[in-house]
């Protein structure tokens, strides 16, 4: 049976394309070190890597989360723990003043409680960044104003004589992954007690001042229950920390895990294809060689 010169020489410069395209597969995971380049080299494979890309992609996004929630409850809790601090401070001057006291001490205790009431309020409309931490999602406005003694010659003229909140009792929920959020802000409650004690520091003051112990028994009562909010307060911010590092970790670890397959998916075995170049090009040379021995041969060598 004859055999066309045409149909060997298409199925010559075939092999060589064949040869030639996997010498070029072969140079390219050794130059890179990867073995999927292009879809067609493993499609399964390739599309697993897409879906491990995606999971990363979303990972990163709830890793900035978890960060930026933490950045919140942090700051949080540092203010509370702050106006805690002067909780303290107000409970024992309260003891003092509900006591025997002269008439000097009292004046001294209620200036001591002027400037807490000062700071109180600074705390309470304390920012991270550009967002006021104690006004739910309200972030943008500042959430007490502070009314003030403005009768001008008198004893108390600028003196904080209550304040009002003005944020709202919603919490702005961050996404940790697809199915759980975490509110990392204070709670409406604890934003509003704020307010409750700055006020019953006032009625503090103003107790002193008068020199009634009776009244200032009566504030003190107040505010141990301001106090009791804020120990919850500091609590539930605790307990929010724990669960924000808790994700982190788990994110973390998820995050290693994508890396380790992907790299399974598409990191060459350097050895194999170092060995497998060497074949291919040895085929390739050795599939060149006879090419040009059949491509040589004329029709007429396979009419003899």
Known sequence: MRIATSTISESVLA????????????????STGQKLSQPEDNPAAFGRVIAYDTESRQLTQFQSNATRALEVSQATYSGLQNIKTISDRAGEIATLGAGTSSSDSNNAYAQEVNQLIEQAVQLGN????NDYLYSGTSVATAPFTATRDNVVGSPTYGEITGVTYNGNLAQANIKLSELSGISAGSSGATNTGIGDFINNLVALRNALTSGSSATVSTVQTTLEGSENVLVNSLSEQGAVQLRIQVSQSQQSN?????QKLVSNETDADMATSVTQLSQTSTAYQAALASASKILQTSLLDYLK
Do not use: I
Request: hydrophobic share 35%.
């Open 254 to 258: 998820r995050a290693t895990d994508l």
């Open 126 to 129: 304390a920012k991270l960044g």
């Open 15 to 30: 092999q060589l394309q064949k040869l030639s395209t996997q010498q070029a597969k072969m140079q390219t995971q050794v």
